[in-house]
């Protein structure tokens, strides 16, 4: 059953759109935005409306016996989504002239003695200003929904920090004008089932695709600089437009140096994984380098006293990257132009494989816009404990603060790795100078650490994708308007050559599998006398095998190893080949055996 919300006076209204209208300047860009529904109403599903009836019974018993008066609106995201027609689980109830604790714990209570519904005990958030949360917050889950419950609020902030100087009880238009931007700050009013939209904008902004603030931008910028990625954020997923204003205050130095030294790392990280996981990250990595952000978002503290070993590559490497790789990911999609400028290439198509696990559920597309976006950092390193380490871990470790979620912090510098190993494995295969029987040649060089390994997130395809991406990179040279189209095809088909070689031999299945003998099999069938570093080569030599004979068995691999042995080509002591010094540099470690 749909519940449909009521509209009634200009103010407390609802949205109702006749006809989609676009503007006109966002037709030769490449983003779309979500499909707007003809109506613009508040659907409320079964669960919802007992929800908003059980807030305003609740409300309602309070002011009966115990005289205490109170409202609740609905805030923010919620009410957003649910005019885009979109479903949004997460609810956050605002009250009026009343903390969330005490509210949370009364209707819990109301719930369970009054109305006999199951409600989760409340949990109590406490108040944590460096993440964003000014005030106590309490939350509970009935029906499957989550709420949470905080108070309308009014804020001031001390001229050098982010983090109000005070924070009181709030009208709902105080309380409006303090969020981010404007189609955050409406209001669904559960008592009159009406949205409310206290800055007058928000309504308007949400039909027309605008992102704005609701008071000037430099005013909320200056309060908390984090709001210029929350418009980026909100402006990629809905492909919507910042006003003019609005960028003009983002590209303040003062606003971008307090971005870069005033918030938490930890904060604008959260705020870029959300945009790479997001609808549009090329369109976020975009926005950060048209408003001249790169270096406030990708930078690494001064506090960490990292020195890197030289100055990053221009910024627009970074958009030049993300760009190949939408291209590369989309092809035949209409994509004149960036908002930085920057035309998209007309680039041959790729085998399908190396695009086989961007839609894969671990979401690596997230991982590779990001390392896309890390691209000037590239070529850089720094030093820790006297070990030499890639630039591109110091930023995602101590500038973004992002860990091994989503395999940021161990898979983004193996990816880098694996690009500059397949840069040199692609460019021997294509001159020739294989020194093993080809299936073997290749399959090693696929099942080498940084190129796949299942630990970091690594998959081969994606790892010979990047690799692409940043050797097309390399050929749009600084300055120039567009890549060099006509190297760009041919490295693309020496690539695709590659891969339909590795289809063509079944490699695969070969990249994961395990080897043929274990270690105790190797002993046996040596004659061993224990175990020790010679094994691990040995194991390498039966891989290599292995991916030479597709067909063979643990019987015939056992019989070759012995013949090895007996003719002195494997020892059990050093594990080197006679004629060939030492084993290949590809074969001395087994491959995840």
């Keep these: 059953m749909i ?42 599903t079964t669960e919802e409306d007992e929800l908003c009836t059980l807030l305003d019974q609740c409300t309602r018993h309070m002011k009966e016996t115990e005289d205490i008066e109170t409202s609740c609106r609905i805030a923010g995201g919620w009410v957003r989504d649910k005019l885009l027609g979109s479903q949004c ?56 929904i989550e709420l949470d419950f905080v108070n309308l609020r009014s804020e001031e902030y001390a001229e050098n920090s982010r983090i109000p100087t005070q924070v009181t009880f709030g009208t709902p238009l105080q309380d409006a004008i303090r969020r981010d931007i404007t189609i955050n700050a409406l209001f669904y009013n559960v008592h009159s089932r009406e949205v409310e939209d206290h800055t007058g904008k928000g309504l308007d902004d949400l039909r027309h695709g605008v992102v704005r603030t609701p008071l000037p931008p430099r005013e909320t910028f200056t309060d908390d600089p984090l709001r210029v990625l929350r418009c980026i954020r909100f402006a990629s997923r809905f492909g919507f437009t910042m006003v003019p204003e609005l960028q003009e205050a983002a590209r303040d130095p003062v606003i971008q140096e307090a971005l870069r030294v005033k918030i938490s790392r930890e904060r604008v990280g959260e705020e870029l994984d959300k945009m790479m996981g997001g609808r549009n990250p090329l369109l976020s990595i975009d926005l950060i380098n048209s408003l001249s952000l790169y270096s406030s978002v990708f930078s690494i503290p001064d506090s960490s006293a990292i020195k890197l070993s030289g100055t990053p590559a221009p910024s627009q490497n ?68 006297g070990k030499i380490r ?159 004979h597709p067909q063979g068995t643990k019987e015939e691999c056992e019989a070759w190893l012995r013949a090895e042995h007996a003719a002195g080509r494997i020892t059990v002591s050093a594990a080197k080949r006679v004629g060939g010094g030492d084993a290949d540099a590809k074969t001395k470690k087994p491959k995840r055996v």
């Design 3 to 44: 519940f449909w919300a009521r509209a009634t006076s200009p103010i407390f209204r609802l949205a109702r759109i006749r006809e989609y209208r676009t503007i006109p300047s966002l037709k030769r860009f490449y983003w779309t935005r979500p499909q707007l529904p003809t109506m613009m109403e508040i659907k409320l």
């Design 89 to 144: 689980n997460d609810i956050d109830i605002a009250l009026e002239n009343m903390m969330g604790v005490p509210f949370a714990e009364r209707f819990v209570e109301y719930c369970r003695t009054v109305k006999d519904i199951a409600v989760k005990n409340v949990a109590k958030i406490e108040s944590n200003p460096d993440q964003s949360k000014h005030l106590e917050t309490a939350r509970t889950t009935v029906m499957g």
């Design 318 to 385: 970074a958009l030049k990257a993300a760009i190949i790789l939408y291209t590369l990911a989309h092809r035949g999609s209409s994509t004149p132009a960036t908002l930085s400028g920057l035309p998209f290439p007309s680039l041959p198509a790729v085998h399908p494989l190396l695009l086989s696990e961007l839609t894969a559920s671990t979401n690596p597309a997230r991982r590779l816009y990001l390392a896309a976006a890390l691209t000037p950092y590239r070529d850089l390193t720094y030093t820790q404990k």
């Design 390 to 548: 890639p630039a591109t871990e110091a930023v995602i470790r101590e500038g973004l603060k992002l860990g091994a979620q989503y395999h940021y912090l161990d898979g983004i510098p193996a990816l880098f790795s694996a690009a500059e190993l397949l840069r040199k494995g692609v460019a021997e295969y294509e001159a020739g100078n294989v020194d093993k029987p080809e299936r073997a040649w290749i399959g090693l060089l696929l099942r080498e650490k940084t190129v796949h390994n299942p630990a970091t997130g690594s998959v081969w395809s994606t790892s010979l994708l990047f690799s692409l991406v940043q050797e097309l990179t390399d050929l749009w040279s600084d300055g120039a308007q567009t890549i060099d189209a006509e190297a760009a095809s041919k490295r693309i088909e020496v690539y695709n050559k590659l891969v339909a070689r590795i289809e063509e031999l079944d490699l695969p299945s070969a990249v994961d599998a395990k080897s043929i003998l274990d270690g105790r099999e190797v002993v046996r069938v040596l004659e061993a006398p224990s175990p020790g570093p010679w094994t691990g080569q040995v194991l390498a030599r039966v891989v290599e095998w292995q991916l030479e």
